[in-house]
């Protein structure tokens, strides 16, 4: 017995029709994502680099708001159910070739079927535990990412306050020093002062006795 026919399978669809590109490599695409739930559907497409996964992307895309939209039905909850491309209207172009024949050019479309339901029950568990897992495991990631920062930035800091302190205590200690020399400077200059007016006062001294010695004489 066949399966049900192309417009009577059951879901929210969405069609793309006339679109320039062979139903071959739209078929690629589509059965990349065929039975994926919406949310790993639109990671497989962003991953892949042909041309119909932008336009399959639209397409689902698409089919996602209308069972929003229309159907009321969750977007988390949503899966591929059937994705096809059919053949359409293929145009026939020529290029002239050797000895006046002509080689035909066959420019090919396509329509792009995608659909989408809601998940079985038992399967929509799976995946929402699968998704909390996923959220934890995120989470416990994101809390020893911002831990290691901290236990960084709390070293950092320590590092800092120990460089400044040592910084501190060595221009204290050039401080210091700087203040015997000055200190140091200041007493010789002094000496040198006291001895100078010492010997100036000898010298007074010395000359007022030889005056003194002079007039007696005389």
């Known amino acids: 017995m066949t399966g049900p ?6 879901g929210t669809r969405a069609v793309l029709r006339g679109y320039h590109m062979s139903a071959s490599k739209a078929r690629v695409v589509l059965n990349l994502i065929r039975g994926e739930d919406v949310k790993t559907a639109r990671e497989i497409l962003a991953l892949t680099s042909r041309e119909a996964a932008d336009v399959v992307g639209k397409v689902l895309a698409s089919a996602v708001a209308n069972a929003v939209n229309n159907d009321g039905l969750s977007a988390d909850e949503l ?3 059937a994705a096809f491309a059919d053949e359409g209207v293929t145009m026939k172009r020529f290029s002239p070739r050797a000895r006046g024949r002509a080689g035909q050019i066959l420019k090919r479309a396509c329509h792009i ?3 989408v339901s809601r998940l079985e029950e038992d399967r929509l568990e799976v995946l929402r535990a699968a998704r909390n897992a996923q959220a934890t495991a995120s989470r416990s990631r994101r809390v ?6 901290a236990d960084q930035q709390a070293s950092l800091n320590k590092r800092e306050a120990a460089q400044e302190a040592e910084a501190l205590e060595e221009n204290e200690a050039v401080e210091a020093v700087e203040t015997d020399v000055v200190t140091d400077v200041n007493t010789d200059v002094v000496e040198a002062t006291t001895d100078e007016t010492t010997d100036e006062a000898l010298a007074t001294d010395e000359a007022t006795e030889v005056v003194e010695t002079e007039e007696t004489e005389k």
Not at 5 to 10: C, F, G, Q, V, Y
Not at 144 to 149: L, P, T
């Open 5 to 10: 026919k192309t417009n009577e399978r059951p």
């Open 79 to 81: 899966y591929v159910s």
């Open 113 to 115: 079927t995608v659909i």
């Open 144 to 149: 020893a990412s911002s831990r290691k920062r």
